[in-house]
């Protein structure tokens, strides 16, 4: 069931905003189908988005009730949401409608935290490094920057003796595994996260593990003392297609290890690719200068097009902010 909560008021004069509903599908996808040449992920998360019992997935209109923009807020977890989606129709850009659907979204996340009945809380989003309309508006909103993130890929090279440093981690060493991330400067950089398809960045919590622990998707590495009880380094992933079209990849959304090892585990990921039967390995790094070096001494390479750089802002809940649009 969606969560029962006021809406916020508008902070645009011609804007109204309300649910995303079934009947808004036929326009949304009119809109997806003039983003990004029209490989837009919208309409394969409408029915996902329209469903979420927590979140909302919103709509602008405008006095004739066209819809003009809508977006997706989303409770990934206590205290933790997330602003994605952001769309307004292509022949109303630049009129400020966007800026409107964001301020929106701050506000919604807002009064949904509130009706959770939870304290502390902070909402976060992605965009391109280079959307620099959105960076301006984002520090109109007081939020900050906490981190880069860039693509990475490489060929994936078999090698029984590497692929073999990766255990799957059990439920069980997930006490462990807490240890190890506490410990690691690399964890507190990464604000906590792990950084996932569509550049959704969520806290890795003790919940969060269990649900990736029993997905499968962690791995303990052993590449340096060659100790199964003794974590060298973890790897967070799984072998998929991260959009549509795509083919297969091994897409790894954390990777962390000792310091100094961070080559050594990421070569040793192109071993565990190969062994998962798939040709290529993938990994948004946090864009810091001795993890880039150390990576790409891994045998890793940035696109040719320089695409795929993520700049994660975050903002505090209840902190006081005046929306002028």
């Known amino acids: 069931m969606q969560p029962v909560v006021n809406m916020p008021e508008s902070t645009h004069e011609q804007l109204t905003f309300r649910r995303i509903t079934a ?8 809109i997806a189908a003039q983003t ?3 490989d837009d992920y919208l309409p394969d998360v409408f029915d996902a988005w329209l469903a979420d019992p927590e979140g909302m997935f919103y709509a602008a209109c405008l006095p004739d009730e066209r819809l003009a923009g809508a977006a997706k807020v989303t409770r990934l977890g206590v205290g933790e949401w997330w602003l994605e989606g952001i769309r307004v129709a292509p022949d109303l850009r630049g009129q400020g409608i966007g800026r409107a659907v964001h301020a929106y979204g701050v506000a919604l996340a807002e009064h949904l935290h509130r009706a959770t009945g939870e304290t502390d809380a902070e909402v976060r989003f992605c965009t391109n490094i ?3 309309p959105i960076h301006r508006m984002a520090a109109a909103f007081q939020f900050r920057q ?4 860039w693509r990475y890929s490489a060929s994936v090279q078999p090698s029984d003796a590497r692929s073999a440093t990766f255990q799957p981690l059990r439920i069980d060493q997930l006490p462990a595994l807490r240890a190890f991330l506490d410990a690691s400067p690399h964890y507190a950089n990464t604000q906590r996260s792990s950084i996932e398809t569509r550049w959704m960045c969520r806290r890795l919590t003790d919940a969060r593990l269990q649900a990736l622990a029993a997905q499968n998707m962690l791995w303990s ?5 060659h100790d199964s009880a003794q974590i060298d380094g973890v790897l967070i992933g799984a072998v998929g297609a991260p959009y549509r079209a795509m083919k297969a990849e091994f ?3 954390y990777l962390d290890a000792r310091v100094g090892a961070l080559a050594l585990i990421a070569q040793a990921a192109r071993a565990l690719g190969a062994a998962l039967g798939v040709d290529q390995v ?3 790094i946090l864009a810091r200068g001795e993890r880039l070096v150390a990576i790409e001494q891994a045998g890793w390479r940035r696109p040719k097009d320089d695409s795929g750089k993520a700049c994660l802002f975050s903002r505090p809940l209840s902190q006081p902010i005046a929306f002028s649009l």
Not at 23 to 30: C, G, I, K
Not at 146 to 149: M, N, P, R
Not at 221 to 225: E, N, Q, R
């Open 36 to 38: 990004w040449n029209g």
């Open 282 to 284: 993938r990994h948004m």
């Open 130 to 132: 280079g959307n620099t």
């Open 251 to 253: 897409n790894i959304i």
């Open 146 to 149: 906490a981190a880069q993130f």
């Open 221 to 225: 590495w052993h590449g340096i003392h």
């Open 23 to 30: 009947a808004d599908r036929p326009a949304l996808e009119a």
